[in-house]
């Protein structure tokens, strides 16, 4: 599923693609496997199924904008995972 994933990922946020203004169109299919291999980290760690859809699409994009936007450390990308990726039955 990963290489699907990458794939379907870098369609959206990819040089000429829908939303690569995002990264101004620059943004490398590795950039994208690296932000993929955070999340499926994340997710292996916490017992979370990474499914693959739009909802772990847009995490994924909220990875690669913190890292290679906002210059946010891996320790910061993680907390926010922590605190904000799948615990709907959290208040």
Known sequence: MKEEF?????SFY????IYGDNFNHQLTREQ???GVAILK????????EIMGDSY???Y???????????ND???EIYTFLRKNHCNSDED
């Open 6 to 10: 990458v794939d379907y990922v870098f």
């Open 14 to 17: 990819g040089p000429g693609q």
């Open 32 to 34: 994208v496997e690296f």
């Open 41 to 48: 980290k994340h997710c292996y760690e916490n017992g979370i």
């Open 56 to 58: 772990d699409r847009e």
């Open 60 to 70: 994924t994009l909220l990875i690669m904008l913190y890292w290679y936007v906002y």
């Open 73 to 75: 450390s891996l320790s």
